[in-house]
């Protein structure tokens, strides 16, 4: 016990000095860019008083330290600001674009490590066929080409020419949105949520098959597998029950490295099925040198995989006897 407390304070630390250097490095990143975050409300005939005004009401007219100590302060009050180009709460405009990222990735996921356990599976109790290597193929296939192309071909095929699937978007226009369940508990929604999560997932899937089909392997040469056998067990009691339990503790870890890469490829996927989330909510951001939002975005983000990878560490040990905390 000792042991699992110490491991569990250390890793908070490192947890706390990565957020803090994740903190510091947007900070600096942001104000290195060129533009000027008030060419977006300020017009360019207006006099360089009115320039100075909304510099001075941001804080922005302040030296660099001075700016950097205001903005670690805020950020222990939970305060991330106000948007340069909606003047709203950054944190209340976040949140209007969470809950549709959530969705998208919770789904994108988990597909992706549904089929990974599967086929991951399969390949490994088939290895050597023709089986495994076309599943292999089609894997690295998906891994290898660019998310956005694939959806672009998604998009293009299953729902220009097929029309099966919407062209984007959450939900057809004028749909009734006034509550929570109506927008996102209804067939419409998931609809629209099918096609670029089944395109994640597919983009997705190579890395946790691989990682569950070495683990198959290095199960299925345990004495215990062959004890089977001689009990009389069919193979897939074998291959499910007995083999497939025991080679899912790797794809623990690996599901904090898989949310960690969803996150950056949501960008990209939701800028090519202009789903409003927080992809769309960056890239926005970005043009509009809106450093407030883009700083929060990607903190954010940050937070996320590091507690997730937290998470993994403890649980890896905790399911796994044979894992050391020392």
Known sequence: MPNILAFIGKRLLQAVLTLYILLTILFFMFRVL????TTMFVDAALPMEAREAVLQQFG???PLYEQYWLYLLNFVQGDFGISFSSREPVMSLINHYLVPTIFLMGFTILIALVLAIIFGALTAWYRGTKFEAIVVSVALFFRSAPIFWIGMVALAFLSHKLNWFPIGGMYEPGKDTSSFFQ????????????LPSAVGALYYVASPMLVM???MIEIMEEDFIELSRAKGLTEGAIMFKHAVRNALLPVVTE????????IGG?????VVFNWPGIGRLIVDSIQRNDYPVAQATFFLMGVIVTILNLIADVLYGYLDPRVSYK
């Open 183 to 194: 927008t996102y508990f209804n067939l419409d929604f998931f609809h629209h949520l099918l």
């Open 266 to 270: 949501q960008v990209l996927l939701e």
């Open 60 to 62: 922005l007219d302040k």
């Open 34 to 37: 060129p533009g000027d975050p």
């Open 255 to 262: 599901i904090a490295l898989l949310v960690g890469f969803a």
């Open 213 to 215: 089909r070495s683990s």
